[in-house]
């Protein structure tokens, strides 16, 4: 069977830091024969303008419909009055794939080591200072991560992640998209319950 499950995501989508947890769950319970693939989804392209207003506001408002619809999830708030805002996330999914060159581990403990920095300790991942210190320590080689974050062929790996995430269907973040026989099939997820994710994997792969 050579059968993926692809998980489109963004490190700095708040919608995937509320997944984590039943997307965990997920992981450590795909059938027999199914690889699990992360691509980047790209959510917001390079910018060094501020944030403006109406979109933090947005965001805020965003983060607290999280809180109250996925118990358990939680954001500190301080990020508005600590950092400058960018609408920028390119730079956090670069960081993932400069991880994932040095080791294929260290792309998952990149992905919560962002994460963790924005949500719950007010940094801002749209910094390269903020990347290259979560990389130090996260274990990486310092020197080589910095190369690798903006270097060409980083740059293009992401573009064509985000094609490759386009072309087979996903729609937002985070998407779940299972490859099957040549097919691809966007599945429907619960962000309490992994349950129904497993119920369309097994239901899908039984078809052989």
Aim: charged share 20%; glycine share 6%.
């Amino acid at each position: 069977m050579n059968s993926r499950l692809y998980y489109v995501h963004d490190p700095m989508c708040s919608w995937c830091w509320a997944f984590r947890p039943v997307m965990a769950q997920i992981t450590e319970a795909l059938p027999a024969g199914l690889s699990l693939v992360r691509l980047l989804g790209g959510l917001a392209p390079d910018s060094d303008e501020p944030m403006p207003g109406q979109l933090q506001d947005y965001l805020q408002a965003t983060w607290r419909t999280i809180e109250q619809r996925v118990p358990g999830t939680r954001f500190n708030f301080d990020f508005w009055t600590r950092c400058q805002p960018r609408r920028s996330t390119y730079p956090a999914c670069r960081a993932v794939i400069a991880a994932r060159l040095q080791a294929a581990e260290s792309e998952p403990a990149m992905i919560l080591a962002i994460q963790q920095a924005y949500y719950l300790h007010a940094m801002n991942p749209s910094d390269d200072d903020t990347l290259i210190s979560l990389a130090g320590e996260i274990g990486l080689d310092g020197g080589r991560f910095t190369r690798d974050l903006n270097a060409p062929a980083t740059r293009q790996q992401l573009e064509q992640e985000i094609l490759l995430g386009r072309s087979i269907g996903a729609e937002g973040f985070p998407s779940l998209i299972l490859e099957h026989q040549g097919r691809h099939q966007r599945l429907d997820y619960d962000y309490r319950d992994p349950a129904p994710v497993l119920a369309q994997l097994n239901s899908w792969l039984a078809k052989g």
